[in-house]
């Protein structure tokens, strides 16, 4: 059973942050938090939890960072958000906005499981160099019944009332995760 949650439906839930724009995976390669949910651990203290993903320098981070989002993480107590199925049909940065169009499986996500997608989706893309916000679409239409399109870091709610992201602490070594609890 999920945990009972309270958030504003306008905004995104989250316990932790500490997203920057990094300089490692500007040009393909690096270290990037690849953010996942927490919620059916019942011990969790927060939302949403990271593991730290290394792209190969030969790797496109928008593609990358995906593929990594769609499998599950390593560390026990995170799982991936998004449904069985779902697939990327098209991405673009266009003056700090990455619009990613995704396969109908999204569009089947509502209430927490939908605000915890894009809870992990604004996190782990606004790392990228260049990307400010994610604008999400499913089969090329906005989804209808989200009260906001643009996804910023500021329309993340953090957990402890705080009203912006504890600042950045070194980055874990790729591979080791802040995990949940």
Partial sequence: MKKVLTLALTGLLLGLCGCTGSSDGAQGGGAYRVYYSALDDQFASMAVGWETRELPEDTQPVPGLLRALFQDPDTQGLESP?????????????DGCLHLDLSEQYGGLTGIDLTIADACLTLTFCQVEGVEAVYVTVEGSEIPY??????????????????SPPPQTETPAAGESQAPG
């Fill in 146 to 163: 989200r009260p906001i399109q643009r996804l910023t870091l500021e329309d993340v709610l953090l957990s402890t009332g705080q009203e």
């Fill in 82 to 94: 998004f449904p069985d199925g779902v697939r990327l049909l098209s991405w673009a940065v266009e």
